[in-house]
């Protein structure tokens, strides 16, 4: 079992910074492809962005491309997503996830752990 805890959420003026974590217990995480996944109110839960076992290979949602990026500290059993010009449409609760599937997924339905989330609230 894995139980993973997400931190780093809060609230940002537009065009400002948030670097995101989810830290891991339980096992550790060097053998599951990890993800980000938000959910927005009155919106369905959407991809983000993932990472591969070992870093490797990353996966983002287009119109994040070049404005997050996540990364991993197997070492430290811990995801980070960091978000960079941030805009009003990315504010949402944002949850890490994790897979021991190798390949990097987008769909939610691929990702056998996940932790309570994280609100982002970007003001205009």
């Known amino acids: 079992q894995v139980q993973l805890v997400e931190s780093g959420g809060g609230l940002v003026q537009t065009r400002g910074s948030l670097r995101l974590s989810c830290e891991a217990s339980g096992r550790t995480l060097s053998r599951y492809t990890m993800g980000w996944f938000r959910q927005a109110p009155g919106k369905e839960r959407e991809f983000v962005a993932a990472?591969?076992?070992?870093?490797?290979?990353?996966r983002y949602l287009d119109s994040v491309k070049g404005r997050f990026a996540i990364s991993r500290d197997n070492a430290k059993n811990t995801v980070y997503l960091q978000m960079n010009s941030l805009k009003p449409e990315d504010t949402a609760v944002y949850s890490c996830?994790?897979?021991?599937?190798?390949?990097?997924?987008?769909?939610?339905?691929?990702?056998?752990?996940w932790g309570q989330g994280t609100q982002v609230t970007v003001s205009s």
């Open positions: 990472i591969s076992w070992i870093g490797g290979t990353t």
């Open positions: 996830a994790a897979t021991n599937r190798v390949a990097v997924s987008t769909t939610s339905g691929d990702y056998n752990y």
